[in-house]
């Protein structure tokens, strides 16, 4: 594929001298000329391996991630399958977190490349959840005080201060600003206003937001996040904190040797894909009785010993008084896709099938086309591959998830009578 044209800096793409090129997830990969310096960043990143070929040419192939990733030289995308376009991308990712999440909440727009389209998304969800104040709430604090403030920590007061009345080991509660939520929201702003050739609008826009959490302790680089809870307390920061969320485990930006900046956005779209159905399923088959359970563990072997046996883990599993009764599978890549093996797919949901001792599994492949069922032969096990067009509209897809859930729980209800 020929390198994308450099777009003007005030779009949010490449500045002029830089080289924009873009891959499908799938292809078999292009031929170009690197420096070391930029072969090296592009093998880092995890997005796409860089094979030098002599002559300062090297071939890049895609590894089965996507995203994009940028130097002051070059920057490389590489977008799904099918082009599903930033907004249904930043859809699945977002959704996969948490069922609260919904299209409208993103501010992507399909023109748009994928550092413009976090960026415009985080300042916008941003401005929503602090447009009536920062999100106050208790942390607990351990301290060292002359007075008694809270409880007395007596364990840690005693190995301390043997014999010492003061300063007192104490615990309290405090109504701050400090606590999780903000800490995570400063954190993502910090992050994306890191990115080389942000808009400026848009950079200015995350410089005041983030202006509003100065008060908050700002996390070390590398730190884990920390925990928070959805609560009505704090609705209104969910989708800002499940995007926050997705650019600080999937993000960096840098500045390397000479200050040159550098960043990168990698997501594997296979695990993607997986958690979206897995959390769109749990929630369409809650109105059915039972549970779905996610990546359900099951043996598949009896032995002596128990590293010996065989085990299965499928993506998802309904339960229905202690049962199994219906079992899933997602596959990103459909039979038709590069690398993608029908027959593997089948073979793995037989074994789901037996191990669980459940009539009928589920094959929910990313992609269009319509529903199969395949009878297995000599069993009485039934594999229905289920496609779920990820082209589609948001609503249009969770409707079809919908679909599979009310589909699926039918079947439950008719091997159940024929039972």
């Known amino acids: 594929m020929p390198p994308k044209p450099p777009q003007a800096p005030a779009h949010g793409g490449p500045v ?4 924009h090129l873009v891959l499908d ?13 930029s072969a090296a960043f592009l093998n880092s990143s995890g997005l796409v391996k860089a094979s030098p070929m002599g002559m300062g040419l090297y071939r890049i192939e895609p590894v089965g991630k996507v995203g994009s990733v940028r130097t002051a030289t070059i920057q490389l995308d590489v977008r799904p399958k099918d082009r599903l376009g ?18 409208d909440s993103v501010a992507a727009v399909e023109d748009r490349e994928l550092w413009s389209a976090l960026a415009e998304s985080l300042a916008q969800l941003a401005e929503r959840a602090l447009g009536r104040g920062v999100l106050q709430g208790y942390r607990t604090v351990d301290e060292s005080l002359r007075t008694v403030k809270g409880r007395i920590r007596i364990s840690d007061q005693i190995s301390r201060r043997p014999g010492m009345l003061v300063p007192l080991e104490v615990s309290y509660d405090e109504f701050t600003e400090d606590i999780a939520e903000n800490r995570i929201l400063r954190a993502a702003l910090e992050r994306m206003g890191q990115v080389p050739r942000v808009r400026p609008e848009v950079l200015s826009r995350l410089r ?40 600080l485990r999937n993000a960096s930006a840098e500045a390397g040797e000479g200050k040159q900046q550098t960043a990168s956005f ?21 109105a059915y009785p039972g549970e779905t359970r996610l990546q359900y563990n099951a043996l598949l072997s009896e032995a002596v010993r128990d590293a010996d046996r065989l085990s299965v883990r499928p993506d998802a599993v309904h339960v229905l008084d202690g049962r199994p009764v219906v079992v899933y599978n997602a596959k990103y890549k459909a039979a038709a896709d590069l690398g993608a093996s029908l027959t593997a797919d089948h073979y793995q949901m037989l074994a789901h099938c037996t191990a669980l001792g459940v009539p009928t599994a589920w094959l929910v492949y990313a992609g269009a086309g319509e529903m199969k069922l395949r009878r297995i032969l000599n069993t009485d096990i039934d594999i229905v591959e289920f496609p779920l067009d990820l082209s589609l509209p948001p609503s249009d897809i969770l409707a079809a998830v ?15 009578a024929a039972g």
Do not use: C
């Not at 002029?16 to 080289?19: L, Q």
């Not at 202006?211 to 704090?234: E, F, I, Q, Y």
């Not at 919908?402 to 159940?416: K, M, N, Y």
């Open 208 to 247: 005041q937001l983030k202006g509003k959490l100065d008060a908050v302790t700002r996390l070390p680089a590398g730190a884990p996040l920390p925990p928070w809870t959805p609560s009505r307390m704090n609705v209104r920061y969910h989708s800002v904190l499940r995007l926050a969320g997705l650019i």
């Open 16 to 19: 002029t001298g830089s080289r």
């Open 86 to 103: 930033l907004s249904r991308l930043l859809f699945l990712l977002s959704y996969a977190g948490n069922q609260g999440f919904r299209a």
């Open 402 to 416: 919908a679909e599979l859930a009310r589909q699926s729980w039918g079947e439950v209800l008719r091997t159940s």
């Open 25 to 37: 997830e799938l292809s078999g990969g292009v031929v170009e000329r690197l420096d070391p310096a």
């Open 266 to 286: 990698v997501v594997d779209m296979a695990q993607v894909f997986e958690d979206f159905v897995g959390a769109a399923l749990r929630e369409a088959m809650a």
